[in-house]
């Protein structure tokens, strides 16, 4: 009989999930469901920095795997046959007022290249330079460029990923669903068997585990970014993410729409309504680097929910005692970089079974999942 694998969630890790579950050899053997609401998605909502290199976090595993992430998306884009609209290498320019920063960052982005080829090259930019190529800006610092960040439409990519899928192995169905307290699936038509299912459902990942007895250390984070209609530029499809020193990020996708982000709001949790404040805030963020940018510049508010544990890491894997349920959740603020590598593994070990051994990648997943009698 075909093995039948269900996905709760079509984000990031959902879409990557299904994605090589269609593509991985064995894959013409398993039936996948996928079931995804969308509603709050972190994916879509995402302002599409792939570019972990310069981090100063000082967490290995979470570096391991982000860097792990950054070098499958040319490989991924490649194999889906996905275009420079989804994911780009337009390179990415952190910005810093004071010399002395930038000389460490940019001595952390040389240390960094050394074993990170998809770094492509490190240079460091006078302020001039960084408005030559991105000249968006009409006032910069100087910079720290490295060639090989990219710009990720994670709607875009979500949805081409899930259509591959569909194409081979894939049923999707969009419906929020839950699980009993024997893993099954309780959909609107009934309850649901599967050999396996992967619970990909980001901040939501607390609620469907709660029925099985299992604590989730996950909360969610509101985000909140805007979209701007800007000068179109030439050179635009190809000009650089700026991350610039205290202020927002810059992220232009060519055909004069820039994104400007993101918001990190604590008590916002679950809400998705886009504040009016916190655009006008956004907007003031790229009205103090570039001019002739008004209130009507505004095309599109987007506001999502990112996943967060105590130690701000990622956690992915079997649940411990319930070892037919895989998990991933609290991706935070790296979730597009870190997701396509994080739905890689879970596919194989959703596929081929067997014990993983990810601690490369992530702490034990018993510091994130707790029993509830615990
Ligand atoms: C504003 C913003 C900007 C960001 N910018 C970046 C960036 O520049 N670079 C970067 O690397 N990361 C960024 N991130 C982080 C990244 O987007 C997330 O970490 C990542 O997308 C999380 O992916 P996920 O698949 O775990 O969850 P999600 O993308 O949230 O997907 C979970 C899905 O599960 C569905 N779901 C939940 N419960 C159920 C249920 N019971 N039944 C059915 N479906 C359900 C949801 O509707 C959703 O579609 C940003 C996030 C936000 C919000």
Do not use: C
């Not at 969630?9 to 894959?27: D, E, F, K, N, R």
């Not at 994911?87 to 074993?115: K, M, N, P």
């Not at 839950?178 to 990942?205: C, E, M, P, Y």
Request: no cysteine; glycine share 10%; net charge negative.
């Amino acid at each position: 009989m075909q093995k039948r694998i269900a996905i709760i969630g079509g984000g990031i890790v959902g879409a990557t999930a299904a994605y090589y579950l269609s593509q991985l050899p064995g894959g013409q053997n398993v039936k996948v469901t996928l079931f995804d609401d969308g509603v709050g998605q972190a994916t879509s909502a995402a302002a599409g920095i792939i570019s972990p290199w310069l981090s100063k976090r000082r967490n290995q595993q979470w570096y391991r795997l982000a860097k792990a992430g950054a070098d499958l998306y040319p490989e991924l884009i490649h194999d889906a046959k996905l275009g420079t609209d989804v994911y780009q290498q337009t390179g990415t320019i952190v910005t810093r007022s004071d010399d002395s920063d930038l000389e460490a960052l940019f001595a952390l982005a040389q240390e960094r290249r050394q074993d990170a080829a998809t770094m492509g090259d490190v240079s460091a930019l006078s302020a001039t330079e960084v408005q030559a190529k991105v000249p968006l800006l009409t006032t910069s610092h100087p910079g720290v460029f490295i060639s090989g960040g990219a710009r990720v439409d994670g709607a875009a990519l979500v949805a081409g990923l899930l259509k591959q899928a569909t194409s081979q192995n894939l049923t999707i169905r969009r419906e929020r669903v839950t699980l009993d307290n024997q893993g099954n699936v309780v959909t609107s038509v009934g309850l649901k068997q599967f050999d396996r299912v992967i619970v990909a459902a980001g901040a939501w990942v607390k609620e469907l585990l709660a029925p099985l007895g299992v604590l989730a250390d996950v909360r969610p984070q509101k985000g909140q970014l805007i979209e701007l209609a800007v000068k179109d530029f030439e050179s635009q499809e190809r000009m650089p993410v700026v991350m610039p020193e205290g202020e927002r990020d810059f992220i232009p996708f060519g055909h004069g729409k820039l994104l400007v982000g993101a918001t990190h709001d604590d008590e916002g949790k679950f809400d998705l309504k886009a504040t009016p404040e916190v655009t006008a805030d956004l907007l003031g963020s790229a009205q103090r680097l570039m001019s002739g940018l008004t209130a009507e510049s505004v095309t599109a508010t987007r506001v999502g929910t990112r996943a967060y544990t105590r130690d701000f890491a990622p956690f992915f894997g079997p649940v411990p005692e319930h070892e037919a349920i895989l998990v991933a959740s609290g991706l935070g603020s790296s979730g597009l970089t870190t997701g396509v590598q994080i739905g890689r593994l879970l596919a194989g070990s959703a596929l081929y079974g067997g014990t993983p051994d990810w601690s490369d990648y992530e702490k034990p997943l018993t510091t994130y999942l707790a029993t509830s009698a615990e």
